[in-house]
């Protein structure tokens, strides 16, 4: 528990829920466990706002949210910190609402009847740049990364020349298609967690690309899944 904790103290955390009472305890039993609770907030534009100020490792974030949906959250804040991980924790297991909440840049889902034990769990491996879903829910979300791979990719009129990646780049984007969490990836490659999150930041840079939603989309329509 004292390695949990101590690993917890230096990630920063930002809560968001419309339910104080549902807020608050969610933000107490963060800040017990050790982790930096840095900003809450109860609706969406208060929480964009307080998501750039405070730029949290960790968004935990519901998707009901009133003057702005969680889902348009997730897009604003992710897009002005890549860096930040957002973690759904939601009422809903609609696969629909999960499917949403990935492709707008979320990185896991937990639905509500969690326990505080897989919360506190699932925001470490947040932390680290793990991708975690409720059980059930991950197979589903690797499956709509091949559903999108599948489709056609638009036309344009000049293509550009595909960056090229160094052969420990594309080894770990393989692994990320092949829907390794990074430590998973870390322990077969005997690297790292902040390695693996190196290496996935400059490919991510190099294709010009925002999420893992993307990334492994790349990976798929690049058939290093099959590899």
């Known amino acids: 528990m004292t390695d949990d904790r101590e690993a917890a103290r230096a990630v920063t955390v930002m809560v968001v829920d419309d339910h104080p009472m549902w807020r608050d305890a969610v933000a107490r ?4 466990a050790g982790f930096d609770v840095v900003a809450t907030a109860g609706d969406g ?25 969680g889902v348009e959250v ?23 609402d999960v499917l949403e909440a990935v492709k707008s840049g979320a990185t896991g ?15 470490r491996r947040t932390a680290v740049g793990d ?3 409720t059980p059930g829910l991950a197979g589903l979300v690797l499956g709509e990364y091949r559903r999108l791979a599948s489709e056609p990719a638009p036309v344009t009129a000049d293509q550009p020349v595909a960056p090229q990646l160094t052969e420990r780049e594309t080894e ?28 996935v930041q400059n490919t991510l840079g190099k294709l010009q690309l925002h999420n893992r939603v993307e990334l492994v989309r790349y990976a798929i329509e690049a058939g290093l899944d099959d590899a």
Do not use: M, W
């Open 172 to 199: 770990v984007l393989r692994l990320v298609a092949k829907g390794l969490s990074y430590k998973q990836i870390a322990e077969r490659l005997v690297i790292s967690h902040r390695t693996v999150q190196n290496h």
């Open 74 to 96: 997730c897009k604003e804040v992710v897009s002005a910190h890549p860096a930040l991980r957002v973690l759904v924790l939601s009422a809903s297991g609609e696969h629909a």
């Open 109 to 123: 889902y937990l639905v509500k009847s969690a326990s505080t034990e897989e919360l506190l769990d699932a925001v």
């Open 131 to 133: 991708a975690v879903f």
């Open 29 to 32: 039993d963060l800040a017990e």
């Open 45 to 69: 534009p208060q929480a964009v706002r307080r998501a750039k100020a405070a730029e949290p490792d960790v968004l935990v974030l519901d998707l009901n949210l009133p003057g702005l949906p």
